[in-house]
């Protein structure tokens, strides 16, 4: 069935959607103030979250995506 394949699919990107949005929204904003009593190459970790934090996560984020959604398909194929 075709709803259990766009349930995972959903799943997915939601969560990690929310993962990219707590690293950049709270690690570089709300969290900044607590995060910033650490130092990352000199730079106050919140800054770094808000400037190359981020982006990191989400070209991680990206690569999982890949992966898993590989396997969210091979595991629905006959489905789809």
């Given at each position: ?20 949005f707590l690293v ?7 969290f900044r103030d ?41 595991k629905y194929k006959?489905?789809?």
């Open positions: 069935m075709k709803k259990n394949y766009w349930n995972a699919s959903l799943r997915l990107t939601l969560g990690l959607l929310s993962i990219w950049s929204f709270g690690a570089g904003i709300l607590f995060l910033d009593k650490y130092n990352i190459g000199g730079a106050p970790l919140g800054f770094w979250f808000a400037q190359q934090g981020s982006i990191y996560i989400f070209v991680i984020l990206i690569f999982y995506y890949c992966f898993a959604i590989r396997r969210i398909e091979e006959d489905e789809v």
